[in-house]
C-alpha cells in the first residue's frame, strides 16, 4: 500500500489550491480516505474524512465550506481541493487510508482508525 500527496506549495491568503493523493496496492473504493494537517509546532488534525461504505464526507468546522474532498476511483487518486485559504491552513498535509470503508463511528478522524499514511505535502499560505 502506498500514498503519495502532491501539490503543496506556497499560496497567498485568499487564494486556491489542490491537492492529490495518488494510491496504489489497495481498492481506493472501498475505503474510507482521510486527509490530515500537522501544524508547525501543533499535534496533527482531521481536516476531512469520506466514507466508502456510504459516501458521506465528514469536515473539520473550520474547513466546511472551503475546503471539497473529491475521489477519483478509476485513477486511485483522491483530491482536496481548498480556496479562501487563510495562515492558519498552513502546515504538512497528509492523507492517509482507513481500516475500513467507514470513517470513525466516535471521532471520524481517530488516527487509530487509519492505518497508512503517505509522506505528506506543504502548504503554506503567507503573503
Known amino acids: 500500500v502506498q500514498l503519495v500527496e502532491s501539490g503543496g506549495e506556497l499560496v497567498q491568503p485568499g487564494g486556491s489550491l489542490r491537492l492529490s493523493c495518488a494510491t496504489s496496492?489497495?481498492?481506493?473504493?472501498?475505503?474510507?480516505i482521510g486527509w490530515f494537517r500537522q501544524a508547525p509546532g501543533e499535534a496533527r488534525e482531521g481536516v476531512v474524512c469520506?466514507?466508502?461504505?456510504?459516501?458521506?464526507?465528514y469536515y473539520a468546522d473550520s474547513e466546511k465550506g472551503r475546503f471539497t474532498l473529491s475521489r477519483d476511483n478509476a485513477k486511485n487518486t483522491v483530491y482536496l481541493q481548498m480556496s479562501n485559504l487563510k495562515p492558519e491552513d498552513t502546515g504538512v498535509y497528509y492523507c492517509?487510508?482507513?481500516?475500513?470503508?467507514?470513517?470513525?463511528?466516535?471521532?471520524?478522524?481517530?488516527?487509530?482508525?487509519?492505518?497508512?499514511w503517505g509522506q505528506g505535502t506543504q502548504v503554506t499560505v503567507s503573503s
Open positions: 469520506s466514507s466508502a461504505s456510504d459516501g458521506t464526507t
Open positions: 492517509a487510508t482507513a481500516i475500513g470503508s467507514s470513517c470513525g463511528d466516535e471521532d471520524v478522524f481517530d488516527e487509530d482508525e487509519f492505518d497508512y
Open positions: 496496492g489497495f481498492t481506493l473504493a472501498n475505503f474510507a
